[in-house]
């Protein structure tokens, strides 16, 4: 687009633009864990909710959209997000909204003039719900699940990520309910402090799984000449995301790109029975090689647990050091809010919030996170 040239596009043609052209992203929005001192906003390192990080993540998962102009089809509309829960609105005098299914509202009319643009406002989630899923218990208070996945219009399969787990039970003995800690992936963390009989890896356990579909959101690289020639740019962001305007961003949100794998290799030392590694979201570990030559077996020398940790399962190779490669998701957190600005429609744009890298490997040097 040629400098200077003016585009006016409507907030949902906007906001198309990024469903056409974005990211499957998985999000998870930060809050200040209670541990947190009111006064100098430290956060207890003892803490073991936020394991000292004076954060904690969540899922939001119900969202409200004001004004959305819908494509309409006679008596039924479409919305540019589904799963739709409740039509809250119409701005149309005598239509109302008969009935609605993924992101389609059926009316009880048409519109009385031929062209007459049809706005609502709508509410709606990317929950789905599971029952009665049997998972695996992998130890360090580790259950995992079946993927579940969906394919994407351009034909790709994209995994649902778990956001809560209830009536945890253990099906190989009698057993108390479980109480689930954090959900992730095809994973969940249960409380080991009270966790019944679950004591051996291996014990097929019981629940029923709520899982949550990711979004789709535009995320771009900076470039080093904008770094220099735009001042709102931070030197430290690593890429640059938009969002439609319903979503509410807040610096230290952390997100996954649901569709990327990237490699990384690295040397280390034995040290425990389980290691975490350089990456917060490890999707598989390819090769494991010991200093001796010895190719490890997934599954029966080590296996990955959880999102981001190797657990060891032969007690003697917890001698020397190991090579080890594996591909893991890329993920980001959120610095601050670009400058935002407004259009005809008098409301604002899709904001723009600049991204750091966000692993073990960068997070220690970047303050306030």
């Not at 997100?255 to 040290?271: C, D, I, N, Y």
Request: charged letters at 25%; aromatic letters at 10%; a negative charge.
């Amino acid at each position: 687009m040629p400098k200077g040239v003016s585009v006016f596009l409507t907030r949902s043609e906007y906001e198309n633009l990024i469903i056409q052209h974005g990211q499957f992203v998985y999000w998870k929005p930060t809050m200040p864990c209670p541990c947190t001192d009111s006064e100098s906003e430290s956060p207890n390192p003892d803490c073991k909710i936020c394991a000292g990080r004076g954060h904690r993540y969540y899922d939001q998962n119900e969202f409200k959209i004001i004004h959305e102009e819908l494509i309409m089809n006679r008596d039924e509309g479409k919305t540019l997000y589904g799963d739709i829960l409740s039509v809250d609105k119409v701005y149309v005098d005598g239509m109302n909204a008969e009935c609605f299914y993924g992101n389609q509202i059926i009316f009880d009319q048409v519109p009385a003039n031929k062209g007459q643009k049809v706005y609502v406002d709508y509410t709606y989630t990317n929950k789905v719900k599971a029952t009665a899923v049997q998972g695996v218990y992998r130890g360090n208070g580790i259950v995992e699940f079946p993927t579940l996945t969906f394919t994407t219009k351009h034909g790709l399969i994209c995994a649902y990520d778990i956001m809560s787990a209830t009536d945890i039970t253990n099906d190989t003995q009698a057993s108390d309910e479980v109480i689930y800690a954090d959900g992730y992936k095809n994973f969940i963390n249960i409380d080991t402090t009270y966790a019944g009989n679950i004591t051996e890896v291996g014990d097929v356990i019981t629940a029923t799984v709520e899982y949550v579909k990711p979004q789709l959101m535009h995320i771009v690289g900076i470039t080093p000449k904008m770094r220099y020639e735009n001042s709102f740019i931070l030197e430290q962001a690593d890429a640059q995301l938009t969002v439609p305007n319903h979503l509410n961003i807040s610096k230290g949100d952390v997100f996954t790109l649901a569709l990327s794998e990237q490699p990384f290799s690295l040397v280390k030392s034995f040290h425990d029975e389980v290691d975490e590694l350089a990456h917060y979201d490890v999707s598989r570990i390819e090769k494991v090689i010991t200093e001796e030559g010895v190719d490890l077996i997934n599954g029966t020398d080590f296996i990955l647990i959880g999102r981001d940790k190797i657990k060891w399962l032969n007690s003697e190779l917890l001698l020397g050091s190991y090579s080890m490669r594996y591909m893991y998701r890329t993920m980001f957190q959120a610095l601050q809010d670009m400058p935002s600005i407004r259009y005809g429609e008098n409301q604002p744009l899709p904001r723009r919030i600049n991204l750091r890298s966000f692993n073990r490997l960068t997070t220690e040097e970047v303050q306030n996170i």
